[in-house]
């Protein structure tokens, strides 16, 4: 006889990575709850987490025709059992049970639909949903809020506590613990993650998106949102997987997104500090792997705390074992170059300099790819650059070319955006650590590179500055013509250096060169503060180029005002972060960048 699945036992092989156990368990059946709305979204999280980890978006789709039987279901519960409270005045406790948990489905698969929708590229519709689906959680919003505050408890937990919840409502307690009638689901838990997942999703817009937000009815507050998300990760300390809330799980990876990612670095004062961010993101890290051990889901977020602390090998190293063993769960995974985790590990390769390897999963990556459906921009910008440093300047060449091949069939974000710019540039490069050091610098950021690793590329920058400054001095002495404007021209390039709306398709070498230069000397210079001044020198030389473009401008700018920071000149910060913000404007990267200016702004 086929074993019946249970929410605890499908949840946790999902969360492990096991999905083809988990939806065999779902399709042999929930017992007396086959159809129900709970059973219909648990059926749903397997599809969720295929996307997740390989991409497709065909499992994007399954997942939101799972989502919206659930949904559809949960609203046929809630229409009846309203209409039962409104005859009788009350219901039964298992009746109460049920409406509690079909809005929670309600609520959880309609935000889960969004985000489906969001990735499949349905973004019109992704966004109304997730509109949709904060009014379902809306109407818990005041009693979760008071029960938070009533617990008295500082929203920042350390590694050793965390705030303190109340697991298990009286409902719950009776139908689920005494009578044994319906399987625990921690519905307490699962407003709070809900509520604060939103909260701090919402409030990683731009500040002047998130006044706008405010005047129409969105709660925008990151440190309730944190704190809920912290509560309801508390009720994970569970040593029984059948009394964990079914939305921990989400919760601990909402949670530690949120602590490791870079792009959310405190901006307020009263945020968590780095070390304390990870040493709280390992503690939650330790307790979910102890749930669900040897799992890529949780072995990906390990490799960006470890990226986080610059420790890239190590996070290499978990990658490569924890996809090992999704390999050896499941009956046909995903092959690692085909993931979304790819992009990240090849860049991670990139970063580590192990150029053999990146070229390796980067290659056979756009192998695999299929033009018409796919635009592996992370490969492409990986392959390239590392057969540039390899010396491989041909292979190099036509990969670049092949990129251009390529047409995006999907809205590209942002990064992606500035890839596409620079993987058009970089085949005019004569040197491949300027390539290098731009995509460094505007794609991958700098926040998580090592001091000793970003002074090893600022090291070989260094050697490309003398030719490439003594090859423009030399244009400029072939120029003849009195007037500064003429002097001007006589910079020229190896293409047109008339500035552009999206801010990056004409920055030459040498000036590529010392922004990446000041960059990286800035991260190099927190372990050897000598390193400073240097860093300013070439951002000033950045800054001062006749006809420095978007790119040059917003990102020399940002680096001279946390330069100026890190040597005591507030007021010098302020005047360079404020003409940042003035450039941003119009750049490619101009969401991803006003956030860093906004929240840089706020530290200063």
């Not at 990575?17 to 709970?38: H, I, N, Q, Y």
């Not at 349905?122 to 617990?151: H, P």
């Amino acid at each position: 006889m086929a074993e019946k699945a249970t929410l605890s036992k499908v949840e946790n092989l999902t969360w492990s990575a096991r999905l083809d156990e988990a939806d065999d368990l779902c399709k042999a059946g929930f017992g007396d709850t086959v159809t129900s709305p709970r059973a219909q979204l648990t059926h749903g999280h397997v599809s969720l987490f295929r996307m997740w980890i390989a991409g497709y978006v065909q499992d994007a789709r399954t997942a939101i025709s799972q989502l919206d039987l659930a949904i559809l279901t949960a609203e046929s519960g809630i229409k009846s059992l309203t209409s039962i409270q409104k005859s009788r005045g009350e219901l039964t406790d298992l009746q109460a049970f049920d409406l509690e948990d079909y809005r929670l489905v309600a609520a959880e698969g309609t935000m889960f639909k969004a985000t489906m929708q969001l990735y499949a590229g349905d973004t019109m519709k992704g966004m109304i949903n997730f509109r949709s689906a904060f009014k379902l959680y809306e109407n818990e919003l005041k009693r979760v809020t008071a029960e938070y505050k009533d617990a008295a408890v500082d929203w920042r937990p350390s590694a050793s506590e965390l705030p303190k919840a109340r697991r298990v409502s009286d409902v719950e307690q009776r139908i689920c613990f005494e009578e044994g009638e319906r399987e625990f689901v921690g519905f307490s838990a699962g407003w709070r993650f809900g509520l604060g997942f939103y909260m701090l999703y919402i409030s990683m817009v731009p500040v002047k998106l998130l006044r706008i937000l405010e005047l129409v009815g969105f709660v925008v507050d990151r440190e309730l949102g944190f704190g809920l998300l912290a509560q309801a990760v508390a009720e994970m300390k569970a040593e029984d997987i059948a009394t964990v809330p079914v939305t921990g799980y989400f919760s601990v990876h909402a949670m530690l997104w949120f602590l490791f990612d870079f792009s959310i670095s405190s901006f307020t004062p009263s945020e968590m500090a780095f070390k304390e961010r990870i040493a709280l993101g390992e503690q939650l890290l330790d307790t979910v792997e102890s749930l669900c051990p040897d799992s890529i889901v949780w072995g990906w977020l390990r490799f960006w705390g470890l990226r986080q602390q610059g420790r890239l090998l190590e996070g290499n190293e978990v990658i490569f074992e924890s996809f090992a063993k999704y390999e050896e769960q499941n009956r046909n995974p995903a092959p690692l170059s085909e993931s979304r985790i790819a992009s990240d590990l090849q860049v991670n390769l990139l970063m580590s300099m192990s150029y053999e390897r990146a070229r390796e999963l980067s290659k056979e990556t756009i192998q695999k790819s299929d033009p018409s459906k796919s635009l592996p921009l992370y490969a492409f910008a990986t392959l390239g650059v590392s057969e540039l440093i390899l010396g491989m300047k041909s292979e190099a060449e036509a990969t670049l070319s092949q990129a251009s091949k390529y047409n995006a069939t999907r809205h590209l974000g942002e990064v992606e955006s500035m890839i596409s710019v620079k993987l058009k540039l970089f085949p005019q490069r004569v040197y491949p650590w300027v390539a290098f050091g731009e995509l460094v610098l505007s794609v991958f950021a700098t926040e998580w590179i090592h001091a000793d690793d970003a002074l090893t590329i600022a090291n070989h920058l260094l050697d490309a500055l003398g030719p490439l400054e003594s090859d423009r001095r030399k244009k400029i002495a072939m120029r003849k013509g009195p007037s500064r404007g003429s002097r001007t021209l006589a910079i020229m390039r190896k293409v047109p250096l008339t500035p552009t709306p999206s801010g990056d398709s004409n920055t030459d070498e040498l000036t590529a060169a010392y922004v990446a230069c000041a960059s990286l000397l800035r991260v190099a210079g927190q372990a050897d503060a000598s390193l400073l001044p240097k860093a300013v020198e070439y951002a000033n030389q950045a800054v001062e180029h006749p006809q420095a473009d978007k790119w040059v401008l917003v990102f020399a700018t940002f680096e001279l005002a946390v330069l100026h920071k890190l040597l005591g000149d507030k007021a010098m910060a302020t005047k360079y972060i404020e003409q940042s913000k003035t450039h941003v404007k119009g750049f490619t990267m101009e969401r991803n960048m006003a956030n860093r200016i906004d929240r840089f702004r706020f530290r200063i």
